[in-house]
């Protein structure tokens, strides 16, 4: 079904000014199949009527909705695996080394969807005990998306999304059978703490961060978006932490605040601690 050009423009910018998605007009197909049931649920005729209802005064669950239909939360278990065996092996081993008067490290999960990558965090650390035993690990996991969100706390996943990335042995050690699939084991859940939080406000009150991972969330955004969140999570990472994007992400052209770390695909370090380095 084809979308009316001034209700298209409408939602468009009531989405970028909210998530910050980025939405362009061979996009438009979605925005029906996506918003029909939420009009629908507020009692709307059509999706040009919820639209329309899309100004100052919408009740802000109207809004909130409408948000989290057009969010696209698409994860697995270790995805992409790179990233996690760079923060097993190069990371993990740094911050060993440079926390171990502190003994403790947070890690913070941007966009952490249903929660598949903020539990691959915690079980990489439960596999790394030993290393960190007497050791505080914080996992903090925070998206916009209130729904996915309680999906992610509770810690469930069916079947097909355990068999994405997750190992078998990983899956009987830390997960256990319950009705509808598997739920994460107490000691995995316990050690992620979710929160909502909208990247494009400010969230100074999370606390500085020794690694962030803010991977498949940029690739939404337009540039000015990406520089403002980036600029906002270096502010949140210790000047000597790790920033881990995804795969079709980057920091070149956009901001001056992270640079690539040579030879770790998908991580990058704050131009701060690089330039310090070089000083010294
Ligand atoms: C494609 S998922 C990525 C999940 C996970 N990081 C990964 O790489 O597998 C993108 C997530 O970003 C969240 N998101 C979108 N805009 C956001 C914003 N402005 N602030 C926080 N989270 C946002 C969505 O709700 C969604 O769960």
């Not at 899309?54 to 909705?65: E, V, W």
């Not at 890690?107 to 439960?126: D, H, K, R, T, V």
């Not at 810690?155 to 699939?181: A, D, N, S």
């Not at 990406?226 to 790790?242: E, W």
């Amino acid at each position: 079904m084809t979308m009316d050009p001034n209700v298209f423009a409408t939602v468009a910018s009531f989405l970028k000014a909210q998530s910050g998605l980025a939405l362009t007009p061979d996009k438009a197909y979605l925005l029906n199949g996506r918003l029909q049931p939420v009009a629908e649920q507020h009692g709307c005729k059509s999706v040009a009527e919820l639209v329309a209802k899309l100004n100052g005064a919408a009740p802000a669950q109207l809004k909130q909705d409408v948000v989290e239909a057009m969010t696209t939360n698409e994860t697995s278990f270790f995805r992409d695996t790179t990233p996690f065996e760079i923060l097993k092996t190069h990371v993990l081993s740094q911050l060993l080394e440079r926390r171990k008067v502190r003994r403790s490290l947070r890690i913070l999960c941007a966009a952490a969807s249903s929660g598949q990558e903020p539990y691959s965090l915690a079980m990489l650390m439960a596999e790394n005990a030993a290393r960190l035993a007497g050791w505080k690990t914080q996992i903090l996991a925070v998206d916009l998306d209130t729904k996915i969100l309680k999906r992610a706390e509770a810690g469930i996943y069916t079947q097909f999304e355990v068999q994405r990335g997750l190992p078998v042995q990983m899956l009987m050690k830390y997960f256990e059978q319950c009705p509808g699939g598997w739920k994460a084991k107490p000691e995995i859940r316990s050690m992620v703490q979710f929160q909502r939080c909208n990247l494009l406000e400010p969230f100074s009150h999370l606390g500085e961060f020794d690694v962030i991972f803010c991977r498949n969330v940029l690739i939404y955004f337009d540039t000015p978006t990406k520089r403002h969140v980036l600029d906002r999570l270096a502010n949140q990472l210790a000047p000597d932490g790790f920033l881990f994007l995804g795969g079709a992400e980057t920091v070149l052209d956009i901001t001056t605040s992270f640079a690539p770390s040579a030879g770790h695909r998908g991580l990058y370090l704050r131009t701060e601690a690089l330039r310090d380095r070089k000083a010294g």
